[in-house]
Structure formats: C-alpha cells, structure tokens
C-alpha cells in the first residue's frame, strides 16, 4: 500500500457527496464506543454502543490464525484461542462472530465482507439474516428468505448469522423460514450474543448476557435498549467479549472469527482505514 494517500474518514467526509456530506455534519459524542455492564427487559448484559458516524471508528472481521479468508467447504484456516485474537486484534472491542460448523472444516456461516473485500462468498447463500455496512457506514439488515438477496457486494463489512430479532423496531422470530432447525439455536434458553442498530443508522449496539435466554427474551432487550433492526449472534461456548484488552467474557472454545472495533484511542491498520476510503469512492467489494 505504499505512495497510496492515506485519507482519513473526516477528511473523506468533507470532501462531498450527498450522503456524506451528511455524516460529516452528525453530532458526535465524545467517545467512539463505550462498553459496560447494563440492564433492560429483566435482563443484566455487556452493552457495547458503537457510534457509526464517529471519523476514527471502523468495523473489522478478524480470523483465526491471521487467515485471509474465512473456512469453507474448500479450504480451513482453524480456529484459535479468543485471548490471542484479542491480543493480535488490539481493537477497542472485539466480540464473537458468527457460526460456524462442527466438522473438520470448521466451515463458516454464510457470506462475509472486511475491509471492503470478500472474505467468503457463494452465489447460492439464502439462509440467514446478513448485517451490511454500505457507503458512509450506512448499515442495513436483510433476510434473504423474507426480503431480497443482500447486495454483498455493496458492502464495506458484512456478516451474516441470524434468527433476526427485531424488524422495523418490533419482534421477527422466524428460525425455520430463515433455515435454523438446530435446536441449540432456536429453542429455550442459552448463552447469546446479539447485533442490531438504531433506527437513524448512527448507533450500533452488542450485546453479551449475563445468563441464558431465549430468543423472545433476547428481541425484548434488543427493542429495550432502543434498536430498530436486530439479529442473534453465535452463542454457547462461542459468547466472548474484551474491551480494551481485557477480556470480560471468555470463550468456551477457540473461535474462527471475531467482530473487532477500532477508535481513535485503538486506532484500524492502516490498509483497513485505506480500504473504507477507497470504498467510498466505488461502493463496491474489490475484486
């Protein structure tokens, strides 16, 4: 990447266009992300609040072992202890991802962009629901089987999982017409993580709980805590979370991808910053 002109977000976003010239006028708060123990809907969890219109906050897709591409049914890169992603990461966050198989492949679920580019794809992915960051860290959230086929390759990050929780600000639990059937996933209670955004786009929110709960249980709180769209994350042995280096919930088994946050004061590489600017200029997943 050497002799490309490093572009910061802020810089990009004073430069023009519609839709970024409105991110750049966004109110911003003084911290980019903040994580802590917190309540709602008779639950206790980690809330992690990213604020999506911050210049210095960028969302990655770590995998194990440094991979560049994700397992699949083609090729396996592993899985690795969630303590050395978090030190090899040096996110200000980094929280499980999505699920993958059991077998010898570890293989992946679903479609996943990072940086801009494709870290696993198929023409033929319909299952699930897909969280997409599109131009100006605008997010959406589709479910292939319900809506449309998400536009992957319109994604700056994107990582599919499921069952959805909420649409359009009120409870969607449909496992079955998404294609979930393991009943680890989509019946009584257990250890979950959760995805989902605000209703402006402007604020992402995670969240690890404390104890089990079910799905119904997990959309009350995603709507509670104030998101519009929201979606279940792998759990059980896969729930993991550290903030700034310390790890506040332990994996219960090596992991083959993480979600990872950068901020200002846990800065993105900079071929991760390069790429979201690069991204901007074409809206589409490098080839």
């Known amino acids: 990447m050497t002799g490309y002109r490093t572009l910061g977000r802020r810089s990009f976003l004073a430069l023009g266009g519609a839709a970024l010239a409105q991110g750049a006028g966004l109110i911003r708060p003084a911290q980019a992300v903040q994580a802590g123990r917190s309540s709602a809907a008779g639950q206790s969890f980690y809330l992690t609040t990213v604020n999506l219109s911050d210049p210095n906050t960028f969302l990655h897709i770590g995998l194990a072992n440094n991979a560049t591409q994700a397992n699949s049914a083609q090729r396996s890169f592993g899985a690795e202890p969630f303590p050395n992603m978090v030190s090899r990461l040096r996110a200000a966050v980094v929280a499980n991802g999505t699920f993958f198989a059991q077998n010898a492949q570890l293989t992946v679920m679903g479609n996943m962009v990072s940086g801009g580019r494709f870290l696993k794809y198929s023409q033929w992915e319909n299952f699930g629901t897909t969280l997409g960051l599109r131009v100006g860290n605008r997010p959406e959230m589709v479910t292939a089987r319900a809506e449309r086929t998400p536009q992957w390759d319109r994604h700056w990050f994107s990582i599919t999982c499921g069952p959805r929780l909420l649409r359009g600000g009120s409870p969607w639990i449909n496992p079955a017409l998404e294609g979930f059937s393991d009943p680890r996933v989509i019946s009584g209670a257990a250890a979950r993580t959760a995805i989902g ?87 589409r997943v490098e080839s």
């Open 197 to 283: 955004f605000s209703q402006d786009g402007q604020r992402l929110m995670l969240v690890n709980f404390n104890n089990n709960v079910t799905l119904q249980q997990e959309a009350q709180v995603m709507q509670a805590i104030g998101c519009h769209e929201a979606m279940n994350l792998d759990g059980g042995g896969s729930s993991a979370l550290a903030s700034r280096g310390q790890v506040l919930v332990p994996a219960g088994r090596p992991l083959t991808n993480v979600i990872a946050v950068y901020t200002a004061q846990a800065p993105a590489p900079t071929w991760l910053q390069q790429s979201w600017a690069r991204f901007q200029l074409n809206g």
